[in-house]
């Protein structure tokens, strides 16, 4: 069995489990490496008894789970993997502490908006993609990654004026304004990123 590319903490227990230094680095290490407490003791120089009482923290908040078990020495020895490759921790385990509403903020160009807005996405998320496992169903999303390099701020406002001219273009011709429709949330950004190290000087995007 496959473990899952990314998971979505939604408890603060999952969450505080986690974030413990040690535990952070059990995790990790069973990432790099499925394991067993008495192999993580001899990798990490620690004692297994104390391996054992973290394991069994970070099992019961489900972020590790039995890859399988072999006999050795007159005894079954469990080996550990993370239940996922990566975690992200639903921004709603702060309680109403959580991002605050986009649309309370009301500057879509603000970073207070767009972290906002990125925070609701996760927590949306994270309830849906619950539902559907319960459900066994795919969730239906689609998501766009792209990089662009415009030569100016008037080109940046420029840029971004024609991309929400096209957003609300295809909305408007695809919205069911009566029916029982489907409904979709759909969310765009553009924030200063990284210059890749695969682009030439002649590339506009990547």
């Known amino acids: 069995m496959s473990t899952e590319a990314v998971a979505v903490l939604r408890t603060p227990a999952a969450a505080l489990a986690l974030l413990d230094p040690e535990r952070c680095r059990l995790a990790e290490a069973l990432s790099a490496q499925h394991d067993s407490a008495a192999g993580l003791a ?24 039995m890859a399988e078990a072999r006999q050795r ?6 080996v ?10 639903d921004p709603a385990t702060v309680g109403t502490l959580a991002g605050a509403d ?15 807005l990125a925070a609701r996405a996760i927590t949306e998320l994270a309830a849906l993609l619950a539902r559907a496992a319960t459900r066994r169903q795919r969730l239906a999303t689609a998501s766009y990654n792209t990089r662009v390099r415009l030569a100016s701020p008037a ?14 273009d295809v909305v408007a011709r695809h919205h069911e304004g009566r029916g029982e429709g489907r409904w979709f949330r759909v969310i765009g950004a553009a924030y200063p990123g990284p210059t890749p190290t695969n682009v030439t000087e002649n590339s506009t995007s990547a």
């Open 42 to 65: 001899r990798r990490l120089g620690e004692t297994r008894q104390r391996i054992n009482y973290h394991l069994r923290v970070l099992e019961e908040a489900g972020l590790i789970e």
């Open 73 to 78: 020495r007159g005894r079954v020895e469990r």
């Open 80 to 89: 550990m993997r993370p239940s996922a490759q990566r975690f992200v921790i």
């Open 102 to 116: 986009p649309d309370a903020i009301g500057d879509r160009f603000s970073a207070a908006y767009l972290v906002a």
């Open 155 to 168: 080109h940046y406002r420029a840029f971004v004026d024609e991309l929400n001219e096209a957003i609300a």
